[in-house]
């Protein structure tokens, strides 16, 4: 299965600390050294659950052409903050995360001097999380020298995601990929919403205005079985700030999602009553909420 629009790359800086045992010995020692490893293996099927119930990352340059959305930068994360995330691993592992769903949006674009911006402030998460061969100095200049060509910058990416879910499944690395995981799907539910929400009012009819956004309003209505996979995998993570609060924020999510009744609505042939913006406001709300808890 192929990945998300908004989160292509990722698992490309996916990596994380590996469960520590408590300091028992003798049997109890094995005993629990069995448990973590079940443990981690269950977080690693956990992890696979949510990247694997995403939609297709072609997607993400149709949508927003169908859209005619604008370009905003005031969707993206600013890279003036990545020093502030650096001397915590959860904070850089959620905010890599986060940039690397923002690369997506800016190649969208074709914004090619702020993508390698991006591209480098990854990098620089990755190597303070101690991440090899992902976000490295050739991969950025192999990106640099493909942007402008999407096709090639695709298989770029698609064969770093390769790499990276090696590098994942041979060292186990798996507690600080899901926040890394969390950080590129709340990022790239931000930017999904954030279009909907910021695109103009006054220029067209209320239903022709839907008609137009239908596309990203459905991609954003799929996410729910992911939402659902997330808040399963968080919380498998250590409970401490901010995993814990945005675990919860995504209970509330579930929940808002669970509303709609989306699946019973288009059983019933009501899929227009669903696939409007005004369906989408708390969401959008919560999600700006996890949103602001990872990148603050």
């Known amino acids: 299965m192929k990945l998300t629009p908004f989160v292509f790359l990722l698992v490309t800086a996916a990596s994380v600390a590996l469960l520590q045992s408590c300091g028992s010995s003798g049997s109890d020692k094995e005993k629990n050294s069995d448990e973590f490893e079940e443990a981690d ?3 690693k099927n956990q992890i696979e659950e949510v990247v694997y119930s995403i939609p297709n990352p072609s997607e993400i340059p149709y ?8 370009y905003n930068e005031s969707l993206l994360s600013p890279i003036s903050k990545a020093e502030d995330y650096m001397s915590r691993s959860d904070k850089a592992a959620l905010n890599l995360g986060v ?9 969208s674009y074709e914004k090619t001097q702020e993508a390698i ?3 480098n402030t990854c990098r620089k998460l990755a190597d303070n999380l101690n991440i090899i061969g992902t976000f490295d100095a050739s991969l950025v200049d192999r990106f640099e020298a493909n942007i402008s060509n999407k096709d090639s910058l695709a298989q770029l990416l698609n064969s770093t995601v390769k790499q990276t879910e090696s590098y994942l499944k041979n060292n186990n690395r798996n507690k600080l990929a899901a926040q890394v995981v969390t950080g590129s799907f709340i990022e790239g539910l931000y930017i999904s919403t954030g279009l909907v929400k910021s695109y103009p009012k006054d220029l067209l009819p209320d239903d022709t205005r839907n008609l137009v956004l239908t596309p990203i309003i459905r991609t954003i209505l799929d996410q729910k079985k992911a939402v659902s996979e997330l808040k399963k995998m968080l919380g498998s993570v250590e409970q401490t700030e901010p995993v814990s609060s945005i675990a919860t924020d995504l209970e509330q999510l579930e929940q808002a999602y669970g509303a709609l009744n989306i699946e019973q609505q288009i059983r019933d042939n009501r899929a227009d009553l669903v696939l409007t913006d005004k369906n989408l406001v708390e969401i959008t709300n919560i999600v700006e909420r996890i949103r602001n808890r990872i990148t603050e």
């Open 41 to 43: 293996e269950n977080l």
């Open 63 to 70: 949508i927003l052409q169908q859209t005619g959305a604008d």
């Open 99 to 107: 940039y690397a769903a923002d690369v997506g949006y800016l190649t």
């Open 117 to 119: 911006d991006y591209m």
